[in-house]
């Protein structure tokens, strides 16, 4: 189930239990799976500055059990790609406007005893943001993400506009992004397989073509 926290609702008991447990899977995920370090704490939470009452959580739980989730930051506000990685964005400058949203933090556990298929769950996180995007009327909604993401987009038909060229980080290779909010964003991250799955928004049905084979874009580090 999509629960959607916010400054308005966070202080809710379930809510803030919700967002506690959540911290606690994107440390397993992120400090002990993919060993970013600088997120090492020892309470075992993973917790950074921008987990404010600026930022809006889309939060998949399977009763109490934390499967999934995303971080959202208006731009106007300090975001990731403004403080941490504003040397990424190359071609443009770095979006800062309350109808942009940063996406951060974007998971899905890898263990727990819930039966979801988590590839369903990160299938309805995703077409929730566009959800949530339409819903706050956002013009867009942009990322910071690891460049073995983006041919999961495109093949996805999803339109992706670099902000910046490829950059190497200490754990991998990253770009910064933008993805345009509209209804065929909506329609294409639903793949004619889903409906609403957070606010009731009805979009064109698009016939997918199968997607060619390719060579990979980015090389991943």
């Known amino acids: 189930m999509l629960h959607l926290i916010n400054s308005t609702n966070r202080h809710v008991p379930e809510h803030e239990r919700l967002i506690e447990t959540s911290f606690r899977v994107r440390y397993d995920l992120y400090v002990k799976s993919r060993g970013w370090k600088a997120l090492d704490r020892p309470d075992g939470r993973e917790v950074d500055q921008f987990d404010t009452d600026d930022a809006t959580y889309l939060i ?26 504003p040397h990424i964005v190359t071609l443009t400058s770095v979006p800062r406007n309350p109808r942009i949203w940063e996406i ?7 263990g ?3 039966t979801a298929n988590r590839r369903n769950v990160t299938s309805e996180v995703f077409c929730a943001m566009f959800e949530l995007g339409l819903h706050e009327q956002l013009e867009a909604i942009t990322v910071v993400c690891d460049t073995f993401f983006l041919p999961r987009l495109l093949d996805a038909e999803i339109e992706v506009r670099p902000l910046g060229t490829p ?5 991998g290779t990253c770009i910064a992004c933008l993805l345009p909010v509209n209804l065929s964003q909506l329609s294409a991250a639903r793949n004619g397989k889903r409906g609403s799955v957070l606010f009731e928004i009805d979009a064109p049905t698009r016939h997918r073509q199968p997607v060619p084979a390719r060579a990979p874009i980015y090389a991943s580090h």
């Open 60 to 85: 998949w739980a399977d009763g109490e059990e934390v499967v999934g989730g995303a971080r959202f930051v208006p731009t106007d506000k300090p975001h990731l790609m403004s403080e941490i990685f």
């Open 104 to 110: 951060t933090r974007l998971f899905t556990s890898r």
């Open 112 to 114: 727990g005893a819930s």
């Open 167 to 171: 950059t190497p980080y200490d754990e």
